[in-house]
């Protein structure tokens, strides 16, 4: 077998997880709700497994901070970026960039940033009638 698993920590990997299932419609795969600084939770994606995994400190496990730099983000390409950007902005994240047409690209992109740190760029191809 073989599979990427990307894996993010957060102050809550169980309400992180959920707040995705809201906003992207992830699937829930499992989660193991073990106290604070314990606990876990995986998500699909799009066919990509993500590995939530609580803030902890005592293993060196620090969770993205809003004055931290971002390093590490996600692009995510969606069938209705209008849906994905509504209910992000309804369920807590910031608006880095507003939905915006990419001339000559054929795209609608908007960047935003999710309550545990992480920026998501999100992409929708537009239909070109054909």
């Known amino acids: 077998m073989t599979a990427i698993e ?6 809550g990997s169980v309400k992180a997880a959920a707040l995705y299932e809201r906003v992207f419609g992830a699937e829930n795969v499992e989660v193991a709700n073990q106290g604070k600084g314990s606990s876990e939770s995986l998500f699909k994606l799009y ?3 993500f590995h939530l995994l609580d803030e902890n400190p005592d293993y060196g496990m620090i969770a993205p901070k809003d004055c931290d730099s971002k390093p590490f983000g996600m692009n995510v390409t969606v069938p209705d970026i209008s849906a994905v950007h509504n209910s992000a902005m309804e369920n807590g994240f910031a608006e880095i960039k507003p939905i915006t047409e990419m001339p000559g690209m054929g795209l609608l ?7 545990y740190g992480f920026p998501w760029a999100v992409h929708q191809v537009k239909d070109n009638g054909c």
Do not use: R, W
């Open 6 to 11: 990307i894996n993010m920590i957060v102050a």
């Open 109 to 115: 992109n908007c960047v935003l940033t999710g309550l």
């Open 47 to 49: 066919g990509i497994q």
